[in-house]
C-alpha cells in the first residue's frame, strides 16, 4: 500500500514563510511527477506547484516568484517552500505522486493534507 504523509503546515502570519513536506513510503517502483495542489472552502483543489522526476517544475501564476517546489528522489520526498505568504493562500494543501509499477501500471495519490493559515 503507497501513503503519502504530509507535514509543515501552520499559521503563519502574512510575509512569513513555510516549509511543506510530503514523502511516499510503501511498495512501488519509481515515482513520476510529484506536485502540490490547495483547496479552498466550497472550490476544487488547483495547481499550485509540480516537479518531473527529471526536475523540470511549473507554477500556478499566483505563485511565481514566491513559492518552490523540490525533491529529493533519493528519499521519495517532495517539499513546497512557501515564502512571502498572503492571506490568500490559506487552504489546505495537498500533496500528489504518479506512482509507477512493475508491470507499467501507474496510479494517482494524495496526501492526507494540511493546513496552511495566514493571517493579515
Known amino acids: 500500500q503507497v501513503q503519502l504523509v504530509e507535514s509543515g503546515g501552520g499559521l503563519v502570519q502574512a510575509g512569513g514563510s513555510l516549509r511543506l513536506s510530503c514523502a511516499a513510503s510503501?511498495?512501488?517502483?519509481?515515482?513520476?511527477?510529484m506536485a502540490w495542489y490547495r483547496q479552498f472552502p466550497g472550490t476544487r483543489r488547483e495547481l499550485v506547484a509540480a516537479a518531473t522526476s527529471g526536475g523540470s517544475t511549473n507554477y500556478a501564476d499566483s505563485v511565481k516568484g514566491r513559492f518552490t517546489i523540490s525533491r529529493d528522489n533519493a528519499k521519495n520526498t517532495v517539499y513546497l517552500q512557501m515564502n512571502s505568504l498572503k492571506p490568500e493562500d490559506t487552504g489546505v494543501y495537498y500533496c500528489?505522486?504518479?506512482?509507477?509499477?512493475?508491470?507499467?501500471?501507474?496510479?494517482?495519490?494524495w496526501g492526507q493534507g494540511t493546513q496552511v493559515t495566514v493571517s493579515s
Open positions: 500528489n505522486a504518479e506512482m509507477t509499477f512493475w508491470r507499467g501500471e501507474r496510479s494517482d495519490y
Open positions: 510503501g511498495r512501488f517502483f519509481g515515482i513520476g511527477a
